[in-house]
Structures are given as structure tokens and as C-alpha cells.
């Protein structure tokens, strides 16, 4: 027969143990569960890779706020409009306070 003190222990140990095997168990888990996760990955990144295109510059949006117009803004726009230099997608904005500005009508 077990002494008084034997018996809690003894408890004791069964828990523990339990708790050891149930960690064992949801770590198999995780882990099973990160390399199914890793295994996705390679091909995610291939296909974000073939959607930036890594060679190409990214698109660009240039926001313009005019006010005013004078003889050579037409001019100085247009020139800004295709001699920017860069190489990627760009779209230009601009932007007018209201409508009866003279900049609106250009």
C-alpha cells in the first residue's frame, strides 16, 4: 500500500505527465501545420514576384494643384507631362480649386 505522502505525488506525476503528452501533441500539430504554410509560400512569392515584375519601375501617380494660367502653361504642361524621365507607368493629376479658375479650361 502507498504511504500518505506517495499518493498526492504520485498525482502529481500523472498530471504532469498528461500535460507533457498533450503538449507533445498540439506541438506535432503546429507543426505540421507551419511546414503545410512553408510549403505554400514558394509559390506565393513567385506569383507576387510575377505581378511586380521586379525589372519594371512601379506606377506613379504625380498630383498637380494649379491656380493660374499664363501664355507658356499649356506649354510647360505638356512638357511635364512627357519629358518626366521616368521609365514606368505615371498618371497626372491635376487638381483645381474651382471651376472658374483659368487653368480649369486647359
Excluded at 28 to 37: D, F
Excluded at 93 to 100: A, G, H, L, N
Amino acid at each position: 500500500m502507498l504511504a500518505d505522502w506517495q499518493s498526492p505525488l504520485l498525482l502529481f506525476n500523472c498530471a504532469l505527465a498528461t500535460g507533457y503528452v498533450a503538449l507533445g501533441i498540439v506541438w506535432q500539430l503546429a507543426a505540421a501545420r507551419r511546414r503545410k504554410s512553408a510549403a505554400v509560400l514558394p509559390g506565393m512569392l513567385s506569383t507576387a514576384q510575377q505581378a511586380l515584375s521586379l525589372n519594371a519601375p512601379p506606377p506613379l501617380a504625380v498630383v498637380l494643384p494649379v491656380k493660374g494660367a499664363h501664355a507658356q502653361t499649356a506649354s510647360n504642361w505638356r512638357a511635364q507631362l512627357t519629358q518626366h524621365g521616368y521609365s514606368g507607368q505615371v498618371t497626372f493629376v491635376f487638381v483645381v480649386q474651382e471651376q472658374s479658375d483659368p487653368a480649369y479650361v486647359l
